[in-house]
């Protein structure tokens, strides 16, 4: 069972997701205590998992498999641009946080296991040859981030994910 998380590390948490959310132009629910039940399901899974899956899907416990929700997911952004809000409304859109807009319900964009195998073959397989490049080009999964350079950054310049998040673009 994993062990109970302190409000005082919850707090930390959020400080620290408000920090990066507004360093990279994104908005935090302003909703306190739907944030903080947030939070503390993302630490849950931290411990849990040993990284922060979205509370609101079920991860497998295989990072490679759940790098698609690790927090922030592949899918924040056109949840943000089509809804308002991600699926499970951690990051809201400014509209939302200015109160001219309500965030709308989020359909799950996550597809099934065996169509996320398939994207990931597929994906792999497409890549090209680099041809006339110098250094393969790499590509945030999360925010799109290309750069060129023999493997990915430790951590994306612009939304800080971790160095697995990146993928082979070209």
Do not use: Q
Request: proline fraction near 10%; charged fraction near 30%; hydrophobic fraction near 30%.
């Amino acid at each position: 069972m994993p062990e109970t998380v302190s409000d005082e590390e919850v707090d930390r948490f959020i400080r620290d997701l408000e920090r990066d959310a507004k360093t990279g132009g994104y908005h935090v629910n302003p909703d306190r205590e739907f944030t903080r039940s947030l939070a503390r399901g993302l630490l849950a899974n931290r411990g849990r998992y040993g990284y922060i899956a979205c509370p609101c899907r079920l991860a497998s416990g295989n990072r490679e498999d759940d790098l698609d929700i690790v927090c922030p997911c592949d899918y924040r952004d056109p949840d943000l641009a089509d809804y308002g809000a991600c699926y499970c409304a951690l990051y809201v859109a400014p509209d939302v946080v200015a109160g001219t807009r309500a965030a709308a319900s989020v359909p799950e964009r996550r597809p099934p296991p065996a169509e996320r195998r398939r994207r990931k073959e597929a994906r792999t397989a497409a890549v090209p040859t680099p041809g006339t490049l110098k250094y393969p080009v790499w590509r945030c999964r999360v925010c799109g981030y290309l750069c060129a350079r023999n493997e990915p950054p430790e951590a994306c310049p612009i939304c800080r994910v971790p160095r697995d998040r990146f993928e082979r673009f070209l």
